[in-house]
Nanobody, 129 residues
């Protein structure tokens, strides 16, 4: 049973930083791709960042230069370092995982949420002005 558990959310002021973590357990594959998504109240879920099994990364235009996605395979943990946070970053952030390589992340393409089979429950991020 694959489980993804996010942590690290919280409330910060504009310009602040947070680091989200996503611990993966029960995953039997040796390589997998992962991503971060967010959903603000009244809005559709959107992709934020992805890291492919081959190590390549991609980001939404709205977070480029401010967010960094990384993965520690020895700890089975995904991270999202978020700097220079803005009120519009306020949302529930969820991590997702899928076996293997998408093959498109290296071209700067964010995989759609439908391409992931495993999801965490989410962690809330609130940025006040």
């Amino acid at each position: 049973q694959v489980q993804l558990v996010e942590s690290g959310g919280g409330s910060v002021q504009t310009g602040g930083s947070l680091r989200l973590s996503c611990a993966v357990s029960g995953y039997t594959y040796t390589s997998y791709s992962m991503g971060w998504f967010r959903q603000a109240p009244g809005k559709q879920r959107e992709g934020v960042a992805a890291i492919d099994a081959d190590g390549s990364t991609s980001y939404a235009d709205s977070v480029k230069g401010r967010f960094t996605i990384s993965k520690d395979n020895t700890k089975n943990t995904l991270y999202l370092q978020m700097n220079s946070l803005k009120p519009e970053d306020t949302a529930t952030y969820s991590c997702a995982a899928e076996h293997g390589s998408f093959g498109t992340v290296k071209d700067g393409i964010l995989p759609d949420e439908s391409e992931y089979n495993y999801w965490g429950q989410g962690t809330q991020v609130s940025v006040s002005s």
